[in-house]
């Protein structure tokens, strides 16, 4: 009990000097790179915002921020003291809040929620409006842009972006992470019906000699059919590559262009009957769409609320783990 009393002894000796709202300010200030724009976000005035950036300096006898062409730039302390703060502040947030009732027809709340690909969010986000429109007006739910190709990613990756969860296709499972798989997402190809038919799938010939426009976000992890057809000792015909799915829509009909994407991408992509998902000529696993949640909020009833709405727009719309439609 002493060595624990001392501990604390000296911990309130190191802080009881240091205001809360300098932290936040160095937090801010982190994030935004920029007097002006942290000093918006806090609500406070530019010298009010620089006074406390000068107590900061003499607290810790470093510049902190530098000012150059880019902004304010981080010195090699505050790289190393960001990751301690935010995590501090995070969980005294949490500290302060984790008991507080979450009533979804009140709350005013706003979900950060990333997504991997625009045919999953397109496919989720009308479900999920619809539904909090009518049972939590108050809500505000934000659809971020987010790359996760595996789970050692994962949880950095919600922290860094402050999310509250992620939906992401993995190559593989289980996960260690909480998470919950919402389905498999079958891999296969879209075409003109025109130029391919419609058969259900393509030959291995007519499909090595298509060319293939590739979607350049999975050309940068394993791509499962790339790794399959190497193997193999064979190889598509990239002739482009692209960071978004739904151009493709405009950009293959009336070609031979053919893209390998997955069935949920197809849904988007085939709605005006130009295009038709073919079946690949060899197999390939589907992709494992995944809800991962914050694993420092296990008792945050907004994220079980939100987490239970996610997943019940899933198994609505997407296939069901396992296959089908």
Not at 148 to 164: G, P, W
Request: charged share 20%; proline share 7%; aromatic share 4%.
């Amino acid at each position: 009990m002493a060595n624990r009393n001392d501990w604390h002894a000296a911990r309130l000796s190191r802080l009881r000097g240091v205001n809360l709202n300098l932290l936040l300010v160095f937090d801010t200030l982190y994030q935004h790179r920029s007097l002006t724009l942290a000093a918006e976000v806090m609500n406070l005035s530019q010298p009010a915002l620089s006074h406390s950036l000068r107590k900061l300096r003499e607290l810790l006898n470093d510049p902190l921020f530098i000012k150059g062409a880019d902004g304010m730039t981080p010195t090699p302390l505050a790289h190393q003291m960001q990751a301690g703060i935010d995590d501090g502040l995070f969980h005294f947030d949490r500290a302060l809040t984790q008991h507080e009732r979450f009533i979804p027809a009140t709350s005013t709340r706003e979900f950060r929620i990333g997504v991997c690909d625009d045919a999953v969010s397109g496919a989720l986000q009308p479900a999920l409006l619809s539904h909090t429109l009518h049972h939590a007006p108050g809500l505000c739910l934000n659809w971020l842009p987010i790359r996760i190709a595996h789970e050692d990613q994962a949880q950095s990756r919600l922290e860094a972006h402050d999310l509250d969860a992620a939906i992401v296709q993995l190559d593989s499972l289980p996960l260690q992470l909480p998470h919950d798989h919402l389905s498999d997402d079958p891999i296969g190809c879209v075409g003109d019906p025109a130029v391919y038919g419609d058969t259900p799938a393509l030959d291995m010939t007519t499909f090595l000699a298509a060319p293939q426009v590739a979607l350049s976000h999975r050309e940068d992890s394993p791509l499962l059919i790339n790794d399959v057809l190497r193997r193999r000792g064979l190889q598509r015909r990239i002739v482009a590559k692209t960071p978004q799915v739904a151009p493709l829509a405009d950009l293959l009909p009336g070609t031979r262009l053919l893209a390998v994407v997955t069935r949920s991408s197809a849904r988007l992509l085939c709605r005006r009957d130009r295009l038709r998902f073919y079946d690949l000529p060899l197999e390939v696993e589907p992709f494992r769409l995944c809800l991962l949640i914050d694993c420092r909020r296990p008792k945050d009833a907004g994220l079980a609320w939100l987490r239970g709405r996610l997943r019940d727009a899933a198994h609505v719309l997407m296939p069901t783990p396992g296959g089908g439609k």
